[in-house]
């Protein structure tokens, strides 16, 4: 029998490794582990394909996205960490995934067939008029390879009025030659200005170079 408790609302950890309630079971989106307890399948969380999965098992404090949450997912790719926001928001939660990549977005719409609270987007997270019929939402999560990634976290704030935000600060694409805890600390600061932070995570050695953090904003 798995040692189970619940660390959040919607998250799991399970022998010491984290996981969520799986939406769909017996299927599988990135061969993960599945593991069976009670009636109940849960999917364990990869760190190192997922940068908010990094960002719990390097010691995320709290977490904004919860069961019936609303989420404005900014860089949703194909669906890895999505799936397991898919999980936490349940039923009587949205994930809105908005992907520039044609390509990463046909592996999203085959995730979104199998999950209902999945709504794929193809669009631009610099220009947030493009899918302004999202209206509002709880908690914005950006993972947007963009030099001017915390700008569009500012912009989708203001658009959709969220109350909380996750963003993960790829340091290489704001300054190659920078000292990465430089480049977090200001993009840090940049935040701070309309938002108030939270935690600040560095997720090596899962993701190099790579921190998250996380707000609420004003």
């Known amino acids: 029998m798995a040692n189970i408790r619940e660390v959040f609302p919607g998250v799991f950890k399970i022998d010491g ?16 582990n599945l593991v069976k307890n009670g009636g109940k399948e849960y999917r364990i969380w990869d760190p190192k394909r997922s940068k908010l999965g ?26 890895t960490t999505a799936s397991h926001v898919s999980d936490i928001v349940g039923e009587s939660g949205k994930v809105y995934c908005v992907e520039f990549s ?9 995730l979104c067939e199998q999950r209902k609270n999945l709504y794929p987007i193809l669009a631009d997270a610099r220009l947030p008029d493009q899918y302004s019929e999202v ?13 001017e990634q915390t700008n569009i976290l500012l ?7 969220a ?18 805890r430089i480049v977090y600390n200001q993009e840090k600061a940049k935040i701070s200005k309309a938002a108030n932070v939270k935690e600040l995570i560095i ?6 170079d790579h921190c998250m953090i996380t707000g609420e904003t004003r």
């Open 163 to 180: 109350k909380s935000f996750l963003i993960a600060i790829k340091s290489r694409c704001i300054d190659s030659t920078a000292n990465p």
């Open 155 to 161: 912009r989708n704030l203001l658009a959709f009025k």
């Open 102 to 110: 044609a390509q990463s977005m046909r592996d999203l719409l085959m």
């Open 54 to 79: 990094a960002a719990l098992v390097k010691g995320l404090k709290s977490l904004a996205i919860k069961p019936g949450s609303s989420v404005l997912y900014l860089g949703s790719a194909n669906g």
């Open 135 to 147: 209206k509002k939402v709880d908690v914005i999560f950006e993972d947007v390879a963009d030099r």
């Open 203 to 208: 997720l090596d050695p899962f993701e190099i």
């Open 17 to 32: 490794k984290y996981a969520t309630l799986n939406a769909v079971p017996g299927v599988k989106v990135y061969k993960e």
